[in-house]
């Protein structure tokens, strides 16, 4: 099976930054595709970003221009680079791998307040 570890949530200001990582462990396995979810109160977890092996990249339209996402597949771990983070962008944060099945993290909290 294949672990995911997150980090980097937490609390910020609206205008600030935050840098998400997620690595990913186990056995052999080979990742098609790595991403963030998110959930806020009240509504339906939904695609942040996703990259793919080929490098192509995918954004929810409400953190494009303001969310990077990127991916190191020599250590199996993703990114995602959260600049102009707004009140909206406040959820949890969950980290997905597809390999062969789906995987998910455990969640990691942020949240964008004055």
């Known amino acids: 099976q294949v672990q995911l570890v997150e980090s980097g949530g937490g609390f910020v200001q609206p205008g600030g930054s935050l840098r998400l990582s997620c690595a990913a462990s186990g056995s052999r396995f080979s990742i098609s595709v790595m991403g963030w979810y998110r959930q806020a109160p009240g509504k339906q977890r939904e695609l942040v970003a996703a990259i793919y092996t080929s490098g192509t990249t995918n954004y929810a339209a409400s953190v494009k221009g303001r969310f990077t996402i990127s991916r190191d597949n020599a250590k199996n771990t993703v990114y995602l680079q959260m600049n102009s983070l707004k009140s909206e962008d406040t959820a949890v944060y969950y980290c997905?791998?597809?390999?062969?099945?789906?995987?998910w993290g455990q969640g990691t909290q942020v949240t964008v307040s004055s």
């Open positions: 997905y791998v597809f390999s062969g099945s789906n995987y």
